[in-house]
């Protein structure tokens, strides 16, 4: 470093230009291994006069170097400590695994309790629907029994309304012969008795009167 950049103030440099001169930077040293970039390079993305970019790459670079040298300066972890602190990292990566062991044996019990009372649901309801669909068969089998039998009454209804039908027929049919066919001689007669006895309904029975006189003549001289 120079003597003029010995003099050089970082106070008086815009903070904002400082940020992105600084991001500018190790944006590039990430990407070309820790190679330091140019003013031009580093202008590419930051756009400002080299008046002012001079200075601010110029600070940017004292606390990277200090920071560096810092690093480079300080003195190696004792053995001791070095041990101490990887032992340390294995037993709390022990620990971790641990609890991490821990953890997955208590959620695949948790999973397997889910699973097992998720099974009984299951088999419950399956017992259920077993039920449920037992007693749609039976009342299926009933209701096609019921219209089976409903079916045969309807066809033995048929069948004798059509035999009544026909006896009803049959009987009418009878009936208007027997009204064409001629009366009978003894259903004449009957008939004209009929007509008489109705004519002269006060006239006295003397039928036996006149069977009983000739029994009375011939017992009167006997008894003489």
Known sequence: MSKHEKSFIPDTIDPDLLRRTE???LDYMEKHEGKMPTQHEVNETVKTSFTRLGPAIRAVKTRLFA??????NMPE?????RQAHEQMLKELWARTRELQNGEIVELRQAQAEKDRTYQREVADLEQVISLIEGAQKRECER???VEAECKKLREQLEEVTAE???ARGRLAERDFILRMLPSSPAEESNSRKSTTRKGAPDEPDTGDLFQLRPEQGSAEPSGE
Do not use: F, R, V
């Open 77 to 81: 972890i004792p053995e001791d400590l």
């Open 143 to 145: 209701a096609d029994a």
């Open 67 to 72: 920071t560096q040298t810092k690093l480079a």
């Open 164 to 166: 009544l039908a026909q």
């Open 23 to 25: 991001s500018a930077i």
